[in-house]
Structure formats: C-alpha cells, structure tokens
C-alpha cells in the first residue's frame, strides 16, 4: 500500500481577506438581530404600559359611575377652570357624602369619603364633571343631527346628569412613547 502525501494548499484554512469579509457579515447579521430584539422589547413595554393604563382608567370610570348612579344628589360641584375641579355627591344609604377631586398640578383623581382618600387614577392631564338637568317637558330634545341634548343645569340641584371626561398619559422611560387614554361617560342619578 502506497501512502501519498496531501496537497499542503488544500489544508492551510481562510486567508486574511475570508476571514474579514465573514467577521463583516457576521457582525451586520448580529446587528440587525439586535435591533430587531430592541425594537421587540420597546414595542412589548409599550403595549404593557398602555394596556396598565386603559385598565387603570376603566377602573375608574367604573367606580365614578357607579357612586353617580347610586347617588341621590349633586351636593356641590366646582367648575371647570378652577384648580381643583370637584364634584360632591350625597349617596342613598346617607353613610357621608363622596367627593370626587381632580388636582391638575398632582394629575390625579382622588376620592373622599369619610375622611378617607382614594386616588383612584394618576397621570390624569386634564378633567371636567358637566352636570345636566333632565329636559321639560319629560321628552327628550333632539338636535339636527338625531342626537341627544341635555340642557346644562343652571343649579346643582336641578342635575340629573353628570357627565365627566378625562385624559391621562404615560411615558416610558428612556422612550419617546407616549400612551394615552380617554374616557367619557353621561350618568343618570338614579335616585333623584
């Protein structure tokens, strides 16, 4: 048996320019994977930190509706320009009377009763409480456009309605994203 010795070329490995152009590829390829990964997380927070605050503000507006609904009167209520707009309601079960504070400088909604507070949502940017009277006579008026019209109501004791609408925002750290939520909602009191 005749051993022959192998080509020494075929066996030496990459030269200096193969290795170089593969270092070049493989560092292009590890860079847009990185991105895209960067770009995966950023989006992932995003979503987390949007669907917190729709949460949040849902829970909010559940609340505040539900101590409208059960009320049986606005007790008092500040307007919309002042720096705290509030609106006091006296519930039916008389167990003391539940107010709803919005402080524009904390960006929060805060509720008070028996000397207990609540914030029930923060990051709030801006809040108004409408308040409406029912129509006389009992009919509903109807604008132009086929939609409900309540006439805004001159006393707070003439309030049957209490309209309310919020905007909040949250930014992410180290993010220019912003997330963003509006609510609004027109509730009867019941009781009166």
């Not at 605050?53 to 559940?62: F, G, H, P």
């Not at 930014?171 to 909602?185: C, M, P, T, V």
Request: net charge neutral; proline share 4%; hydrophobic share 40%.
């Amino acid at each position: 048996m005749e051993f022959k010795r192998s080509n020494h070329n075929r066996a030496r490995g990459f030269t200096l320019v193969e290795m170089m152009v593969a270092v070049a590829v493989g560092c292009l390829l590890l860079a847009a994977l990185a991105t895209i990964y960067v770009f995966s997380l950023r989006s992932f927070a995003a979503m987390a930190n949007y669907s917190d605050l729709n949460q949040k503000s849902r829970y909010a507006s559940d609340i505040v509706s539900r101590d409208i609904r059960c009320a049986d009167k606005v007790v008092s209520a500040t307007p919309t320009p002042a720096a705290a707009t509030q609106v006091e309601l006296e519930p039916a079960d008389a167990s003391g009377n539940i107010i709803y504070k919005y402080d524009d400088v904390a960006g929060t909604l805060t509720k008070i009763k028996n000397a207990q507070t609540n914030v029930l949502l923060s990051g709030v940017s801006s809040l108004s409480f409408t308040l409406y009277q029912r129509p006389f006579p009992m009919t509903t008026p109807y604008d132009g456009n086929g939609n409900e019209s309540f006439p805004p109501a001159s006393l707070v004791t003439d309030a049957k309605l209490v309209a309310f609408q919020w905007s909040c925002s949250r930014r992410l750290i180290g993010s220019l994203n912003n997330s963003e939520d509006l609510e609004a909602a027109m509730v009867e009191l019941r009781n009166k």
